[in-house]
T-cell receptor, first 111, second 119 residues
Framework: GQNIDQPTEMTATEGAIVQINCTYQ??????LFWYQQHAGEAPTFLSY????GLEEKGRFSSFLSRSKGYSYLLLKELQMKDSASYLC????????????FGAGTRLFVKA | GAVVSQHPSRVICKSGTSVKIECRSL??????MFWYRQFPKQSLMLMAT?????????EQGVEKDKFLINHASLTLSTLTVTSAHPEDSSFYIC???????????????FGPGTRLTVL
């Protein structure tokens, strides 16, 4: 079956750096997404990794290791507005493409 | 990023009625759209994959006769919840795949979601 694991909650301090990990066991892997979701809103795209390595985009970076089934999202210079849920999602190709989501990590940024 | 719209944003209906939710990709063509539902404090659960011009592919446990999906054009997919019941109350979110081999991009963009409440 398909399985995606990430921590339920994390707390970090404004201005700090936080790393949110995601491990997955899937068949037909075709890429990994990170999304940010504020309560009551739809997810917002943050990053997409299909090859191993680090993708950097401003304060956000995402890393992928396909051999280890592992990814992380790194948030730098944390701001209060970064308090949200961060969803790790894996796209798989099993006859057709589909994207499945982990349960999400709720990040609380404190002053 | 690309824009995906959903309509309506909120709907309240009586039990037994049907509700149609529209999902549109506004500035790109989407051959594939996805429909998710999300319960409070839970993650997104994929309901079905909608491919333009063909039948939708439903996930296990999702009743295709209850959740009718039509992907009539490259920019529009609709989800109709038939004979709605209170347990169908949820946040329904559509997503459209934006893919360009030439640009090397492949991203999935989400609509703002539709909150359905069935009384």
């Amino acid at each position: 079956g398909q399985n995606i694991d990430q921590p339920t909650e994390m707390t970090a301090t404004e201005g700090a750096i936080v790393q949110i990990n995601c491990t997955y066991q899937t068949s037909g892997f075709n890429g990994l997404f990170w999304y940010q979701q504020h309560a009551g809103e739809a997810p917002t795209f943050l990053s997409y990794n299909v090859l191993d390595g680090l993708e950097e985009k401003g304060r956000f970076s995402s890393f992928l290791s396909r051999s280890k089934g592992y990814s992380y999202l790194l948030l730098k210079e944390l701001q209060m507005k970064d308090s949200a849920s961060y969803l790790c999602a894996v796209r798989v190709h099993t006859g057709g493409f589909k994207t499945i989501f982990g349960a999400g990590t709720r990040l609380f940024v404190k002053a | 990023g690309a824009v995906v719209s959903q309509h309506p944003s909120r709907v309240i209906c009586k039990s037994g009625t049907s509700v149609k939710i529209e999902c549109r990709s506004l500035d790109f063509q989407a051959t594939t759209m996805f429909w998710y539902r999300q319960f409070p404090k839970q993650s997104l659960m994929l309901m079905a994959t909608s491919n333009e011009g063909s039948k939708a592919t439903y996930e296990q446990g999702v009743e295709k006769d209850k959740f009718l999906i039509n992907h009539a054009s490259l920019t529009l997919s609709t989800l109709t919840v038939t004979s709605a019941h209170p347990e169908d109350s949820s946040f329904y979110i559509c997503s459209a795949r934006s893919w360009s081999a030439g640009e090397g991009t492949d991203t999935q963009y989400f609509g703002p979601g539709t909150r359905l409440t069935v009384l």
